[in-house]
């Protein structure tokens, strides 16, 4: 049994909570056949009705407008496309160095090849010149003999270059779906979800998926489908997770599609990609494939195509994805595994050097309110990276930094839910060179002699907008749980919210009072635990429900309390060829009540009518009661999925305990009678 360290240290978290809503969830189970506890989940991603329910769940059901009739420049575009490739003229793309740009540049390299184009592609450098289109790409173009430039992933800001485009007499389509500046380029047409009604099931679209609306179009009018759309879905879906895109509208229709696909995908780079980052496709004889999910992408194959970005030369990756030759791929593949693990060398260090810089000088974040560590030799290409796991440590804004040269620092910031970083880079305008970005995120460079003014400022800027209480990481929680419900069933059920991501974030649970049966340091800091709720009088030990539990990254909290409130989601684990249902914790806190003996026997109201409660021991077991006014007893036996409801034994029916009413009633017991044993299925 672990010892309770006399000094317990777990992470400063806050928790956020939903408000449970029994009858809405009841309604929704009845039309969707899920367990209550995800049917809640629904309604806390503001789905409340069995229609909104089929249409989530069932993506491919909802009519979805022709992209023609909403984006008002694709008819132009799609012309311009047919013309240059009628004509033999050249066509040049200007990609990105992000995941998002790099799968959006193949996707046009492979579709525009295919229709007949003759196309070529340039990315400007992530040191040497930063994001977008500019100049030197133009003139470069023009030398070569473009006739069409198209943008993808960027432009949206780049009125200079498109105005140098057009005085050398180039046609120029930007597609981009980054926020609009007040005044957009002069270009011959402009395909940008922004545009759009925030309604539109476009809306969401990264670049890489108005780089794929596009690609679809001009096949449709060639006439040119065949063989395809299979593969540009793929690297739509590839972009699409990889740039942390809002999984909701049109993105979760194809994404859902497109991780079915994968594992068997006509792309050699994507099957080498697979092969290297070490995805499982494999599935049991009899059985279909089992589709990726969006952490196969974000947490395997994404990372190894952004580190090349990063800290190397994006043109391995357009090779990996365009490429028809197997030993090709195989080899970018392992140059963009090899670069992967340069970049989690270089976050690593990074990362710890930033943390003993904080420590070091006692940076007072609650005074503070935004932590700005700055540093020279950072690798520019992944401090944003290690910004974020600062955000997840600190729970305050970041701004991080390293010197570009001896007259000027360059960064990248990360925000908090209750601050807009792009807002924060607009206060600060006066001091600053370069910069942009969004509400969660942004990038900026300054004068080295600004750095302290700059400090100040955004310290001034977060007193505004930030209370002391913010100043902690937020852990979102959909509902509550019990280690009992934990099954393959549930685990399975959860598949069906997939492709789970941004704006649809995986099922988080909490549990209460869990006991720490076992922990210990695994793999590079992470804490590795055994977990179980407590046994109720008459529970045979055999019925304990005990749960494996992974904390990634945890090292620094070992060995952590005893007992904890703990916020999990699901994850499933194989070793030795058997797989099994663990927690992977996302926080944890001290027990909001103390652990106390469970009551015998309660009174409590549940929709306004008084209920009497008691725990009977039934044999090697115990048997929960709750009498309602008319004397209806419900007896349900632990570890049952169904209950008796009657007056007598003799003359009960059995009932499901599953069902929302029952399942609420029986929580509500529970919490009378102060036990944490779980009658509910």
Same mark, same amino acid.
């Given at each position: ?12 978290? =806050?928790?956020?909570?939903f ?22 989940? /629904? ?28 984006? $008002?420049? /694709? ?19 200007c ?12 996707l046009?390299?492979?579709? &525009? ?12 450098s ?64 402009? &395909? ?47 972009g ?82 365009? +490429? ?5 791929? &195989? ?57 974020? =796991? ?17 007259? +000027? ?8 839910p ?10 600060c305008r ?10 969660a995120?942004?990038?900026?460079? /300054? ?6 003014a ?13 209370? $002391? ?46 006991r ?36 990634w ?8 309390p ?28 001290l ?18 009518? $008084? ?11 115990c ?5 309602n ?50 009658? =509910?299925?």
């Open positions: 049994m672990q010892e309770q360290h006399p000094n317990p240290s777990i992470p400063n978290q =806050r928790w956020h909570i408000p449970h809503r029994p009858d809405v969830a009841e309604v929704l189970v009845a039309a969707t056949g899920l367990h209550p506890i995800l049917a809640q989940v /629904l309604i806390n991603r503001g789905i409340e009705t069995p229609r909104e329910a089929e249409a989530f769940l069932n993506p491919d059901s909802e009519h979805l407008p022709e992209p023609m009739g909403e984006f $008002p420049d /694709l008819p132009k575009s799609v012309d311009l496309l047919q013309t240059a490739i009628k004509n033999n003229q050249k066509i040049a793309i990609g990105d160095y992000d995941a998002d740009g790099m799968t959006s540049t193949a046009l390299m492979r579709s &525009l090849s295919e229709l007949g184009a003759d196309v070529t592609y340039a990315i400007p992530r040191m040497r010149e930063g994001y977008g289109i500019n100049n030197r790409i133009v003139e470069e173009f023009h030398e070569e003999g473009i006739s069409l430039v198209l943008t993808v992933d960027n432009g949206i800001a780049a009125a200079g270059p498109v105005a140098r485009a057009k005085e050398l007499g180039l046609n120029v389509i930007i597609t981009d779906h980054h926020d609009l500046p007040p005044v957009l380029p002069e270009a011959d047409a402009i &395909l940008n979800p922004k545009l759009l009604p925030e309604t539109s099931p476009y809306y969401g679209l990264a670049g890489v998926g108005v780089a794929y609306v596009l690609a679809i179009c001009l096949a449709q009018r060639l006439e040119q489908m065949q063989g395809l759309v299979r593969p540009l879905l793929e690297l739509f879906t590839l699409t997770i990889a740039d942390l895109a809002p999984l909701n509208g049109v993105n979760r229709r194809w994404v859902k599609r497109g991780l079915k696909l994968l594992p068997h995908s006509p792309i050699p780079g994507v099957q080498a990609l697979i092969q290297v980052g070490g995805v499982s496709t494999t599935q049991k004889p009899g059985e279909n494939t089992t589709p990726l999910k969006p952490d196969d992408i974000g947490f395997r194959l994404g990372p190894r195509i952004n580190a090349v970005g990063r800290i190397d030369d994006p043109q391995v990756v357009i090779e990996l994805l365009t +490429t028809d030759n197997m030993g090709i791929a &195989l080899e970018r593949a392992m140059q963009c595994e090899q670069i992967n693990q340069r970049r989690q060398q270089l976050c690593a260090e990074i990362e710890e050097e930033a943390i003993a810089w904080c420590e070091t000088n006692a940076i007072d974040i609650q005074g503070d309110r935004v932590l700005v560590p700055v540093q020279k030799e950072w690798h520019h290409g992944v401090i944003g990276i290690v910004a974020s =796991r600062l955000v997840e440590r600190y729970g305050a804004p970041v701004f991080i930094g390293t010197y570009e040269d001896d007259e +000027t620092i360059r960064g990248s910031a990360r925000g908090i209750e601050f807009n970083v792009f807002e924060a880079l607009e206060f006066d001091l600053l060179g370069k910069f942009g970005g969004h509400k995120a942004g990038g900026f460079s /300054l004068p080295v002699e600004n750095l302290e700059f400090r100040d400022r955004l310290s001034q800027f977060a007193h505004q907008c930030l209370q $002391p209480e913010h100043l902690r990481p937020l852990v979102t929680v959909d509902t509550r749980a019990n280690l009992s419900d934990i099954n393959f069933d549930l685990y399975q059920q959860i598949d069906r919210l997939q492709p789970c991501g941004i704006e649809n974030n995986p099922p988080t649970f909490w549990t209460p009072n869990l720490i049966l076992q922990q210990k340091i695994v793999g590079k800091g992470h804490i590795k635990l055994t977990l179980s709720q407590d046994p109720e009088p008459g529970m045979p030990l055999s019925a304990l429900p005990t749960l494996s539990a992974i904390a990254r945890w090292g620094d909290y070992y060995p952590l005893q007992r904890l409130d703990v916020a999990y989601k699901l994850r499933d684990n194989t070793w030795n060829g058997q797989t099994s249902i663990e927690l992977e914790i996302l926080g944890v806190r027990p909001q009540t103390p652990a106390t003996p469970p009551k015998k026997v309660a009174e409590f109201h549940y929709r306004d009518r $008084p209920y009497h409660c008691s725990i009977v021991a039934v044999g090697a077991s048997e929960l009661r709750i009498r006014q008319k004397g209806e007893v419900l007896a349900i036996l632990a570890g049952q999925p169904t209950g008796l409801l009657g007056t007598s034994r003799d003359r009960a029916r059995t009932v499901d305990i599953s069902k929302p009413f029952f399942a609420d009633l029986i929580e509500r017991a529970q919490d009378a009678l102060g036990t944490q044993m779980s009658f =509910r299925v």
